[in-house]
Each structure stands twice: as structure tokens, then as C-alpha cells.
């Protein structure tokens, strides 16, 4: 999100008037859930995307007509192949989108962006209200009504859209080389929020990890003296070897943090478990160790492998938020049904 409200800023800061697109509900089949944004000026999409096709398209044609208007509201949209005013697409579903209008005529919208950016750099949690006909959109530190990560309100007769921002944890990043390098990008791009650590100072500097948000020169064998991980965290063990790998894990595995893995080939991740495993860790807590990291891929290039790391993360995001609601056990079970004829057919569930 700080990349979209600095694009608003700069937008407004340029005299060019914008409309903030956002799918605020969805049910059914729909190529993006609730909370895909999407800015658009007159000459069209400048940023984002709600999910392509037809529906983007109505949508960006609406946001161009609107633009420089005063005008906030919601419209649905009918994603059905149907005759009565479907969009002709095969999803299905049905979703609201507002359309905000960013006014350069509204000093008080250019405020909200600067305190915007300044919130979302304190990677606290947050709320991003917008209003669905009058009003200014608002930064809040707490909303009890509702339910989940994005609601949709009422007060003062006037409903609202709320979406919750850095409510996850932080992803700890330990060993700054050419994998960091190549993971962190990544990571930035898809909202999370990043440290490197490394204990070789010329392997913490900032300008290697583009969208990071901290680097540190550490002792990996300290690790407990400088940070202190939370349950929401997830920490990737990328040292340049074994005993770096072996410190850092050992650390990881005293914390609560909600994901933990370990970059390296099938024998020398189980060479740490076996150290560690005589060093008196118990199968059970290294078993919440992702080792080797990332979602198998058939990746070898540090590019591939941050592409399977991130994956992972993703994974784990939407499980944690209740996205994607089946664990890792369903996922590998199988189902059987049986046939009129007694036989019995084996289906992988297709997840």
C-alpha cells in the first residue's frame, strides 16, 4: 500500500486528479477478492489492477468519466455470462467496486496520503477507511465493529469500507547474499515487511535489498540479545553455511515465530537436524522447520528459489488470516469414491 498512497501523493502533488478503484465485497467466482485497488486518470490505469477482463475494463471506463469529479460511490458488477446486464465473463460471481475520487481541489486529501505514508512506514498495525459517498478517507489504529481484515461499516447513516493493514509479522531475513538479494524485491512487492541480518558488514547494506526496511551486521550466535521475535513472525535461515545456518536455527527454534525455514540441499538441512537433535532439540520442535525452504518448484537459480520462498510465505499468510483455511495435512490427503460397480477410483484433491 505505501506505493499506491505515494503514487496518489505524487499524483496530487502534479495537479492530476485520480480515482482509487477498489473491489470492497465479491461473491462467487471473482478473479480478485475484496481489497484489490487499482488508480486510474484520464488517460486510464496508471497502477494496479482489480483482475483484468471486462471488469477492469467497466471499471476503468467509469473512473475515466469520473475523474476530477466530487463524486464517490459503489456499483456492482454481474461477472455472469447471463443476459441481464452480466459482463460476459465465465467466473460468475458478483462484486461492489468504489470509485474514490482524489480531487487536486481537496488540500485535506493530500494531508491524508503524507499521514498515510508516515503510518504505513511505522509497520504497525493500522486501518484504511473509505468512504462510499461523502467524506475524506481516514487512518485508524482500531476498529472493534465486524469482522476479518476488510468490513464494510455503517455510521452516521453512511456505510464505509475498512481494510486492516500490517497486522502480519515481520519476515527476518538471515544472510544477506545473492538469495536475499534476490528474495527481499520480492517479498517488498508483495507487502511484507523485511530485515536482513548478516554478520558481514558489507553484506547489510540497504542498496542491496531494494524495499527493505532494515538492515543489521549481527553475531549469529547473539541472535537472542537483539531481537525479539513474535508469534506473527517468520524468519528465513539463508546464512553461507552450515554452522551460520545451525546458530540461527538453533535461535529460531526458542521462538514463538509462526514460520520457520532453512535454505539448503536434502542432506545438509538433515546434517543440522541431526546436530541439533543432539544437541537435545526434540523431533517435534524441529519438525516446524521448513527444510529445505520453499514450495517445490524444480527451482536452482537464487531468482527461482526466492520465487518459491516467496510462494511459501504466501501460503502461510493466507492460512494465518484465514484465506486459505486447509493446513498442510489436507492439502496431501486423498479422498476415495466408489463406483456402481464396486470399484473404487483414487482422486488427489486439486487444491
Not at 467466482?29 to 494496479?48: E, F, L, Q, W
Not at 447471463?82 to 481541489?105: A, D, H, I
Not at 487512518?139 to 464505509?160: D, P, V
Request: glycine share 10%.
Amino acid at each position: 500500500m505505501k506505493t499506491l498512497y505515494q503514487l496518489l501523493l505524487d499524483r496530487w502533488n502534479q495537479k492530476t486528479d485520480t480515482i482509487l478503484v477498489t473491489i470492497v465485497e465479491g461473491n462467487g467466482s471473482i478473479p480478485r477478492t475484496t481489497g484489490a485497488y487499482m488508480a486510474v486518470d484520464k488517460t486510464g490505469r496508471i497502477y494496479g489492477t482489480i483482475g483484468g477482463g471486462n471488469l477492469e475494463y467497466q471499471a476503468v471506463k467509469k473512473a475515466m468519466e469520473l475523474t476530477g469529479t466530487d463524486a464517490h460511490f459503489v456499483e456492482d458488477f454481474d461477472l455472469g455470462t447471463g443476459e441481464n446486464g452480466g459482463l460476459g465473463m465465465v467466473c460468475g460471481g458478483n462484486v461492489k467496486v468504489l470509485f474514490y475520487s482524489v480531487r487536486v481541489k481537496d488540500p485535506a486529501v493530500g494531508a491524508f496520503f503524507k499521514e498515510a505514508l508516515v503510518t504505513a512506514d511505522e509497520g504497525k498495525p493500522y486501518w484504511l477507511v473509505l468512504p462510499f459517498s461523502e467524506g475524506l478517507p481516514q487512518i485508524r489504529k482500531e476498529i472493534t465493529e465486524g469482522r476479518g481484515h476488510c468490513r464494510i461499516l455503517e455510521e452516521n447513516g453512511q456505510k464505509l469500507y475498512a481494510e486492516e493493514f500490517c497486522y502480519d509479522g515481520k519476515v527476518y531475513v538471515f544472510g544477506g547474499g545473492h538469495l536475499a538479494q534476490e528474495l527481499v524485491p520480492v517479498l517488498s512487492h508483495l507487502g511484507f515487511w523485511c530485515m536482513v541480518m548478516d554478520d558481514r558488514e558489507e553484506y547489510t547494506d540497504p542498496a542491496l535489498f531494494p524495499g527493505v526496511q532494515e538492515t543489521k551486521t549481527v553475531d549469529f550466535t547473539a541472535l537472542s540479545q537483539i531481537l525479539e521475535v513474535k508469534p506473527e513472525d517468520y524468519l528465513v535461515v539463508v546464512t553461507r553455511g552450515h554452522r551460520c545456518d545451525a546458530d540461527v536455527e538453533r535461535f529460531a527454534l526458542r521462538t514463538p515465530a509462526s514460520y520457520i525455514g532453512v535454505v539448503g540441499s536434502k542432506r545438509k538441512t538433515q546434517y543440522v537436524r541431526e546436530k541439533l537433535l543432539n544437541e537435545g532439540f526434540t523431533s517435534e520442535e524441529l519438525d516446524r522447520v521448513y527444510a529445505p525452504i520453499g514450495i517445490e518448484i524444480g527451482s536452482e537459480t537464487p531468482a527461482e528459489i526466492a520465487i518459491s520462498i516467496a510462494a511459501q510465505l504466501i501460503q502461510i499468510r493466507a492460512e494465518k488470516t484465514g484465506l486459505k483455511r486447509k493446513n498442510n495435512e489436507e492439502k496431501k490427503r486423498k479422498y476415495v469414491t466408489g463406483s456402481s460397480y464396486g470399484s473404487v477410483h483414487v482422486h488427489r484433491m486439486r487444491l
